[in-house]
């Protein structure tokens, strides 16, 4: 959090960047450590990025190179319910939810909703935004 | 010495940046899948790509400071598992020119460098060829 | 007449160049070439919104949409989500129809 109380927003909507060059070094990754060093950050998850907050989805899959299986490849939905555990606020645009979603089930718990039905995050209200 | 290429079935020329987007990882499968088929297979970077073989990287990525002693393989590392795996069926070029411009140099061994005034030869020397992406 | 494998990587978030491709495939099916469009990567996203009027169009031409497996879980696309007539492939048998003779692959 910044010294005036006010909180930065994060927004990522270029997804899938990059899975094997990037693997653990995701956005993600970035979000993750801006959120520690800020004690707390707000993330807008919009177009395919959505799909990062996808629930019941499988594993990461994983890639073969010559003779050697790759299987640290970015994991969003992890990364995700990492992010909620330690204190984000993650928030889907509902625009996109109806794009990719199966039912009032496919958002993982604790993810909001955002759009047309609900109040998008209030960018006057942060200290920053930024596209990551 | 006859300094013709080697014939292929297929070119995968990576031209577009890495980290943008999930070429790599789509030129890297496609690349297994053709070769555990039994194909020739040359690739080619370009650009930013030539920095994916640059021997710089190391075998593994920089430590990951949530799992710590996990390794995890660096773009050049892959390059060799193909190149160890297929050596006899797979080429891996390098434009020397965006080499030069991106400060890949020096690459892993077995990528060689070809100045792009060469390339349509590599366009000749195969079947078929894809570009992946733009520079 | 030709047998293309047209690559689609990039999709409707990667700008309006995704939709031409596509209608140059459904362009070549209607000019009598066969034609098998293998969306990946990003790509695959427009196979899942039940939006995307371009793929109906290849399709009703009779082109083929193939949807690759691995970026669509990647995604965490439902595959119940996935476009009438079009078929989720592996990287296999898209390596073996490039290997086919005589067909021509473009990738955007």
């Not at chain 1, 005036?4 to 094997?20: K, S």
């Not at chain 2, 080619?44 to 799992?67: E, Q, Y």
């Not at chain 3, 209607?30 to 969306?39: D, E, I």
């Amino acid at each position: 959090m910044s010294e005036d109380g006010r909180r930065r927003l994060l927004i990522i909507e270029r997804a899938y960047r990059g899975a094997l060059e990037t693997q653990f070094a995701d956005v993600l990754y970035l979000a993750r450590e801006l959120n520690r060093q800020q004690g707390g950050t707000d993330i807008l998850l919009r177009g395919l990025a959505v799909t990062y907050a996808a629930a019941g989805a499988r594993p990461a899959p994983t890639v073969v190179a010559g003779g050697r299986t790759v299987d640290t490849l970015p994991d969003p939905r992890r990364s995700v319910r990492t992010l909620i555990e330690e204190g984000a606020v993650i928030w889907a645009e509902e625009d996109d939810i109806a794009l990719f979603g199966t039912g009032p089930d496919w958002l993982l718990p604790g993810v909001r909703r955002g759009g047309p039905s609900n109040p998008l995050p209030a960018w006057s209200t942060y200290r920053g935004v930024y596209f990551l | 010495m006859d300094r013709r290429l080697p014939r292929a079935d297929v070119l995968l020329a990576i031209m577009g940046p890495p980290h943008i987007s999930d070429m790599v990882t789509s030129a890297v499968r496609l690349a297994q899948a053709l070769l555990e088929r039994g194909a020739t297979v040359h690739i080619w970077t370009c650009g930013h790509a030539t920095g994916l073989t640059s021997a710089a990287l190391g075998d593994s990525k920089p430590r990951n400071v949530v799992n710590w002693s996990y390794d995890y393989p660096s773009g050049a590392a892959l390059a060799a598992e193909l190149l160890d795996a297929f050596p006899d069926r797979l080429s891996w070029y390098s434009c020397r020119f965006c080499t030069e411009e991106r400060g890949s140099a020096p690459h892993i061994a077995r990528i060689k460098q070809r100045p792009p005034f060469k390339f349509t030869e590599h366009l000749d020397a195969v079947d078929s060829a894809l570009f992946l992406g733009v520079c | 007449m030709d047998e293309y494998l047209l690559i689609e990587s990039q999709g409707p978030w990667g700008g309006p160049g995704a939709d031409r491709f596509v209608a140059d495939a459904t362009r070549l099916r209607r000019a009598g070439h066969r034609v098998a469009l293998f969306l990946v990567e990003n790509g695959t996203s427009a196979a899942f919104t039940g939006a995307d009027e371009a793929l109906r169009e290849l399709l009703e031409a009779g082109g083929q949409v193939w949807v690759d497996a691995f970026s669509t879980t990647h995604r965490a696309f439902a595959p119940d989500r996935l476009l009438p007539g079009a078929r989720l492939v592996d990287m296999d048998e898209v390596a073996g129809k490039l290997l086919e003779p005589g067909v021509r692959g473009v990738w955007h």
